[in-house]
């Protein structure tokens, strides 16, 4: 037996639960999809109406396939690789070359284990702190997603309610495909379609630390509202590009639309 999570949506918030199934070993693709259809009947179990997806290159359908962040590309460059590269650690990195070589080589790269703590992710001369936990990955992947598909293959996306990663233990790491996919499902289901300004508004907004993690004091007191001011300051500058923009078309470009989109995306950070 083994224990993974499914990632849905619950109450407006992208949730997971643990589920245990029978474990299939071996690494053959043909063991990985038992256990991935024994982890999905155990989802279904507990849920008549629901409808798994698995988001890896093990996964038997091809929207979960081309969503692995083995295939999806950013700016020429396969998602896991940008993602391993852009690791700054205490003695050392990023580690470009790690761009060039495969995913799975990128992955087990020793320097990624022997340089130290990790301390930030730096991508295009951007820095990305380490908390909130998810924000440069859930980033990226937003922006592999909206380069690499087109609106109508994003929207396929909605038509399933569960996502896993059946290589995903979250005792191991903190980062999944099979999450921010559902993050996907809850944008679409608010808005119905995948805003072009959503990378945009990511980037900003996750780089706002929480006022949750500073005291009650005078000084957090002053913490807050820098951030608040920040927060509607990202706003309206976001506003002005969008409206502005004269090269996209968007669907709707209203303050209001932009705000809805940044509290769909605070109200899932974590960590």
């Known amino acids: 037996m083994a224990d993974r999570p499914a990632f849905f949506i619950c109450q407006g918030k992208v949730v997971s639960e643990i589920y245990s199934f029978e474990w299939f070993p071996g690494f053959a693709v043909s063991q990985k999809q038992k256990s991935i259809e024994s982890l999905h009947s155990a989802i279904v179990k507990t849920d008549t109406n629901a409808r798994p997806l698995e988001i890896s290159t093990k996964s038997k359908e091809v929207i979960g396939v081309n969503l692995s962040a083995f295939n ?7 998602l896991e690789n940008i993602f391993q590269s852009a690791k700054v650690f205490e003695n050392g990195g990023p ?7 495969l995913p799975k080589e990128a992955k087990r790269d020793e320097r ?21 936990k998810t924000a440069f990955y859930d980033f990226i992947y937003i922006s592999a997603v909206k380069e690499s598909f087109a609106a109508d293959e994003i929207n396929v996306i ?16 903190i980062n999944t495909q099979a999450r921010t996919a559902a993050l996907i499902k809850l944008i679409l289901d608010e808005y119905r379609y995948f805003p072009y300004y959503v990378p945009l508004s990511y980037l900003e907004f996750r780089k706002i630390p929480s006022c949750a993690h500073y005291p009650i004091t005078w000084e957090g007191f002053l913490l807050f509202w820098e951030f608040t001011f920040a927060y509607f300051f990202v706003l ?3 506003y002005h590009v969008l409206v502005k923009n004269e090269n996209k078309s968007c669907e709707s470009s209203s303050l209001a639309e932009l705000i809805r989109l940044c509290k769909i995306i605070l109200k899932n950070v974590q960590g």
Do not use: C, M, W
Request: aromatic share 16%.
């Open 112 to 132: 990624l284990h022997h340089s130290g703590d990790l301390r930030a992710f730096r991508y295009q001369n951007e820095d990305f702190p380490l908390i909130p």
């Open 236 to 238: 309206l500058i976001s």
């Open 72 to 78: 999806l590309k950013l700016n020429g460059y396969l």
């Open 95 to 101: 580690y470009l070359d790690l761009l060039d070589v």
């Open 158 to 173: 909605s038509n399933y309610n569960y996502f896993t990663d059946i290589e995903f233990n979250p005792a191991k790491s």
